[in-house]
Structure formats: structure tokens, C-alpha cells
């Protein structure tokens, strides 16, 4: 199981930045995706879910509106579009199979791209 991601880097506030994780050792139009971040305290937050069609997407309170989950089972691509970006969401984000990041870390996770909101 490898997942990867890419697409983070320093953004100002209110920018935008489009996340990707690229799947391979498994079946990835099988599975719930998500998207979780450590924050700077080393806390993990769940930040989105989706199903394995797309269809259905969930977000946390404090993304919701802000942050669009989606994926390319072609592509075995999941993407996390973030747009008006706060200093707060700063942190690594991983993305990870299975709903909220359940899956074991080491195993279901991906290393993380870096994602830094600063004026």
C-alpha cells in the first residue's frame, strides 16, 4: 500500500492550494478516502471524508465551505482543494484510506505534504 501526496507549500492568507495523493496496492475505487492534519502542536485532526464513488463527502466545522474533498478513481487520485486558507490550517496534511483516518498509521497513511498559511 502506497499512498503519496503533493501540492502543499507556503500560501498567504485567503489563497488557495490544490492537494493530490497518488494510491497503488490496493483497490482504490473500493474505498472511503480522507484527509487529516497534524497541526503544529503534533494534534491530528480529521479534516474530510468521501466515499468510494465521490458522491458523498463529509467535512469538519472548521473547513466546511472552505474546502472541496474530491477523487479520480481512473487517476487513483484523491484531491483536497483548499481555497481562503487561515493561518490555523497550517500543518502536515496526510491523506489516508478508510473514513477519518481510522486506518493504521504506519500502514494507511501517506507521509504528508506540508501546508504553511503566512503573511
Known amino acids: 500500500v502506497q499512498l503519496l501526496e503533493s501540492g502543499g507549500g507556503l500560501v498567504q492568507p485567503g489563497g488557495s492550494l490544490r492537494l493530490s495523493c497518488v494510491v497503488s496496492g490496493f483497490t482504490f475505487s473500493n474505498y472511503y478516502m480522507s484527509w487529516v492534519r497534524q497541526g503544529p502542536g503534533k494534534n491530528y485532526a480529521w479534516v474530510a471524508d468521501?466515499?468510494?464513488?465521490?458522491?458523498?463527502?463529509y467535512y469538519s466545522d472548521s473547513v466546511k465551505g472552505r474546502f472541496t474533498i474530491s477523487r479520480d478513481n481512473a487517476k487513483n487520485t484523491l484531491y483536497l482543494q483548499m481555497t481562503s486558507l487561515k493561518p490555523e490550517d497550517t500543518g502536515l496534511y496526510y491523506c489516508a484510506k478508510g473514513p477519518r483516518g481510522q486506518g493504521d498509521r504506519s500502514t494507511y497513511w501517506g507521509q504528508g505534504t506540508q501546508v504553511t498559511v503566512s503573511s
Open positions: 468521501i466515499n468510494s464513488s465521490g458522491g458523498t463527502t
